[in-house]
Each structure stands twice: as C-alpha cells, then as structure tokens.
C-alpha cells in the first residue's frame, strides 16, 4: 500500500506513489519551506551465494547547497557523456551549467540523494513569465529507476510560483525517453531548434552598442528597467533582468543593448569563460530579441555585430546562437551570414504553445 501525504510539493502521479514496482513514497517538511521526497525503492540486486539480494534505499529531493555544486556539476558531465558516448572524464570540463544558474536563483535548483549521495539535480530560470527548466541530469548509474521524474516537479512548481506561464526547454529530439518523460508532465514538443556556430571575425565594424558592463552601478537599474520595458513587448511578463545583472556580477558573461532614441530597440545576453556554460573559445548568445516593431532585419544584423565584437574583446574564436525553425527570419539570417548547424534538439513547451508573440521574429534563445 501506497502512503501519500496530502500537503506535498509533488502531484500524487509525480511521486509515482502508484509505482508499486519502486516502492513506497512518504513526505516530510524539508528545509526552506519544500518538502522532501523519501521514496523507497529496491537497490540494484547484488549476487550474494548465487542468490540475488535486494536491499531497499532512500531518495530524498531536496534544494541544492552551495557546498554541492562541484558534485552536481560533475554527475551532469558524466551523464551528458554517456547520452552522447563520450569519455566522461574529459567532456565538458571547459564549462559549468550549474553554477551560474544557482547563483542567479538557488531557489530554483533541487538535487537528489540515495541516503547521502548526490546522484543528480534539477535547475530552472525565471525569465518572468516565462520560465525555462533545465538542465537537468542524474548519474547514469542510477538511470531509469524514477529519480528524474522525482527531479522535475520541484522546479516547474518554483517556476510557477516566481510568474512563469509558459514553461519551456530545449531537449534531445531522437531520444524517445527524453519526449516521453516530459510529456509525462504536460510538456509537447513543438519546435526543430538548431545550434548554431560562426567563427568570429574580428575586422568586424560595430555600430552603436552598449555594455552592461560598462554602464556605472548607478545608472544600471534604469538599464534593466528599459530592458524589461523591450523584453515585456516581445511577451507579456518577460524578464531577464535578474540573468543580465548575475551573469556579470558572477563573471559568467555580459550583455549588449542598441539603442533607438531613449529606449533599448535591441537586447542580448552573452555567456562565456569557464563559470559559462559556453565552453573554451566560444561566446554564447543565452537571449537575444529586436523589438518586434522593428519592420527590418537590420537591429538583429547589428545586435549579431555586437555579440561578435564583444566575443572578440574577450579573445573568443566563436559565437553560439540557437535558433528555433519558428522563427524563419532569424533562422535563414544565420545561415545566409555562415553559422552552421552542430546540432539539432527540440524545444517542448507547456501548455503547447509558443512561447513568443508570433510578431517577435528575430529572437535566439538558449533554453538548455
Ligand atoms: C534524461 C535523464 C535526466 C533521465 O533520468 P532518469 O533518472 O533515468 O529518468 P527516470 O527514470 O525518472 O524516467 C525515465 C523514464 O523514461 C522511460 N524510458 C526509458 N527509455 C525509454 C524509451 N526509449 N522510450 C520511452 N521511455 C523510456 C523509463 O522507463 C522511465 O519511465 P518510468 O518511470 O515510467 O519507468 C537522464 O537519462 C540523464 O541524465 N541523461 C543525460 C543528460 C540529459 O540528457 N539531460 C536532459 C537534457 S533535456
């Protein structure tokens, strides 16, 4: 028999209370308000004189602490290089998904233990009314024994509570457990979405374009606030403003505003450096959006003018930009000016619909 708390952070389906096959699901107040998880489930068998013995272990879900980033960061390299075969000790050791996004939000990363080890985590970004999981990763070891499905809810529950209306993510599209898993939470797929890589030329000529970096403490809340004022006409309630100032504070990247008159026409948030996701030599475009009254392609030229100035600045050799096949302006731009496809993943989104007005065509968007 199945015992379920009623006053929990997960649905009752979500806590996979009827998967009697892993055992039974109990809850407890957790620490910062949420709830842990102590789900029981049968160990891998272990032979002991021929016969199989199982033992049962505890999971527990709870928030992630400062103290277990590295270990987080490591369990998601050595998941994402066994999904993609490769050697596990070397593979991304150039970049860090973890802990910029914790930084921006630790409210919004989860781990999960078998009684005290770490063996995956769950991280979000409130992009206001938007918000966007991921990434998340368990150890391979532990692979489908339930713990991702553990992992989610807690995120897209926060995401929620911080004004997200739209949920979204970029995942891999030939993997038929990755679609199945998440539309086990309500999510579809919708999009083809490609990234993208030119290699920066640095004779590049740049226009006009402002660094947040370079703007005064004083000045920069006004920045953001016209920031917000272009972000909330390409979607009602988005918000970046929180990534644009972590992603400089934590030195993990910088961002580039156009200007048109007094107001931002064109905004870009640019990741790099080993705190970044990005990895070695590249420059990441996490976001990037032209005002969508803007009837011409030339701020988005600019903007992509920008970014590469500002990748070059930083002795980068390339510029990352995902492109979502939605969006046919922005897509065919990238290919007419050289950026090549390395790979091809999906964006699936809940509730099945697209994330941006229709009007917004020139948008990139890192939802990895
Ligand atoms: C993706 C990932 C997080 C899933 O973690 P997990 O702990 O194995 O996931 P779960 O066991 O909770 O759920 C997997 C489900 O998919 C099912 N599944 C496995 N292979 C499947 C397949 N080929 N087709 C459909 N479903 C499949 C499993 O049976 C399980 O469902 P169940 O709970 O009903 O049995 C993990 O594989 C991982 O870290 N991968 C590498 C990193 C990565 O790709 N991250 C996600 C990027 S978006």
């Known amino acids: 028999m199945v015992a379920c708390a009623t006053d929990t952070l997960l649905s009752e389906r979500d806590r996979g209370c009827r998967r009697e096959n892993r055992g039974t699901a109990v809850t407890e107040p957790g620490r910062k308000g949420y709830y842990l998880v102590r789900h029981l489930f049968p160990a891998t068998g272990t032979h002991e004189g021929g016969a199989v013995k199982e033992a049962s272990q505890n999971i527990s879900i709870r928030p992630l602490d400062e103290g277990d980033l590295p270990e987080a960061g490591a369990i998601l390299r050595r998941a994402f290089a066994t999904q993609f075969g490769m050697p596990p000790d070397t593979f991304w050791a150039d970049r860090d998904f973890v802990t910029g996004r914790w930084v921006t939000n630790p409210s919004l990363a989860f781990g999960a233990w078998i009684e005290d080890r770490l063996v995956g985590s769950s991280l979000g970004t409130s992009w206001g009314s938007l918000g966007v999981f991921g990434p998340i990763s368990t150890h391979p070891d532990t692979w489908n024994r339930g713990i991702a499905r553990l992992l989610i809810p807690p995120v897209l529950e926060r995401l929620t509570e911080l004004g997200a209306r739209h949920l ?80 400089h504070t934590h ?27 990005a990895g070695a030599g590249s420059c990441l475009i996490r976001f990037a959006a032209v005002h969508p009254g803007s009837d011409t392609e030339m701020p988005f030229v600019r903007l992509l003018t920008a970014c590469e100035r500002l990748a070059a600045d930083q002795g980068l050799k390339q510029v990352v930009a995902c492109v979502n096949a939605s969006r046919p302006k922005a897509y065919r731009h990238l290919l007419a000016t050289g950026f090549r496809a390395q790979r091809n993943g999906v964006t699936m989104h809940r509730p099945n619909e697209d994330a941006y007005s229709q009007s917004a065509a020139f948008v990139l968007d890192d939802l990895r």
């Open 251 to 277: 030195g993990h990247g910088d961002s580039v505003f156009l200007t048109d008159g007094s107001r931002v026409q064109a905004v870009a948030l640019c990741e790099y450096g080993p705190k970044s996701p």
């Open 168 to 247: 979204a993510f970029f995942t891999i599209a030939e993997s038929t457990k990755h679609i199945a898993l998440y539309q086990r939470f309500g999510f579809w797929p919708r999009f083809l979405t490609a990234i993208m890589t030119r290699p920066v030329d640095s004779n590049e000529i740049v226009g006009e374009s402002v660094r947040y970096s370079a703007i005064a403490d004083a000045d920069q809340a006004h920045w953001l606030d016209a920031c917000r004022t272009l972000t909330i006409e390409v979607r009602d309630g988005l918000d970046l403003t929180t990534e644009i100032r972590t992603a």
